[in-house]
């Protein structure tokens, strides 16, 4: 089981452009929850992607939109890049009708810097 | 709206000796879960224990132990017997919503703690 997978590790952007984040969710899940976490900060929740519809959303502007697939893979998208963008974009995966005592799996991140 | 907070930026243990990280939140709800997450160099974030709301005992997982307050909304981590490989930010976090596994996380500040040999 490759458990969760994101891609690209690194990214650097100018700011004013656009940015696309992609996310393979761990084997049997059918949830996608995105995180950012900026330098020396906790995570903080950007959205949620369940039956490939937005299903929750954090306190984060309209430039911040998602989308995701029948396989259950989710991609982040972020327009008009702003330097305060620079984090590390964390993917969760889970199982929205799954038991309490199951538990969400994060990938590795991508680390997105805008110069 | 909950929040979580850890009131220790950074925190140092000797090795083989014993640590204890803070957290303390704040909810309205009754059903909850709360965690553990340890995030090394990697990135990754890894889940080191965690606790249901509604369970008076406090868990365990080997070195790793909590000590839920529900009342007072503490949930502190204590690291037994700290290894050099414990070195890395700790991160306390909330799952509302009756806990179920779908739901968004809510996430401390973290805490930093390194391990001297």
């Known amino acids: 089981d490759a458990g969760v997978t994101q891609s690209p590790t690194h990214l650097i952007k100018t700011r004013g452009q656009q940015v696309t984040l992609r996310c393979s969710p761990k084997?049997?899940?059918?949830?996608v929850s995105w995180y950012q976490q900026a330098l020396g900060q906790g995570p903080q929740f950007i959205f949620q992607?369940?039956?490939?519809?937005?299903?929750q959303r954090g306190n984060f502007p309209d430039r911040f939109s998602g989308h995701q697939f029948p396989n259950y893979s989710s991609e982040l998208n972020v327009n008009a890049l702003l330097l305060g963008d620079s984090a590390l974009y964390l993917c969760?995966?889970?199982?929205?009708?799954?038991?309490?005592?199951?538990?969400?799996?994060f990938g590795q991140g991508t680390r997105l810097t805008v110069v | 709206a909950q929040t979580v907070t850890q009131s220790q930026p950074e925190m140092s243990v000797q090795e083989a000796e014993t640590v204890t990280l803070s957290c303390t939140y704040d909810?309205?709800?009754?059903?909850?879960?709360l965690f553990w997450y340890k995030q090394p160099p990697s990135r990754q974030m890894i889940l080191v224990i965690r606790?249901?709301?509604?369970?008076?005992q406090n868990a365990t997982e080997n070195r790793f132990s909590v000590n839920f307050q529900k009342a007072a909304k503490s949930f502190s981590l204590k690291i037994s017997d700290s290894q050099l490989g414990d070195a890395a930010m700790y991160f306390c976090?909330?799952?509302?919503?009756?806990?179920?596994?779908?739901?968004?996380?809510?996430f401390g500040g973290g805490t930093r703690l390194m391990v001297k040999p």
């Open positions: 606790q249901e709301a509604y369970k008076q």
């Open positions: 992607y369940y039956e490939e519809e937005e299903r």
């Open positions: 976090a909330y799952r509302g919503g009756s806990g179920n596994a779908g739901n968004m996380l809510t």
């Open positions: 969760a995966s889970s199982t929205l009708g799954g038991l309490k005592n199951t538990e969400a799996f």
């Open positions: 084997s049997g899940h059918d949830t």
């Open positions: 909810t309205s709800e009754s059903d909850y879960y």
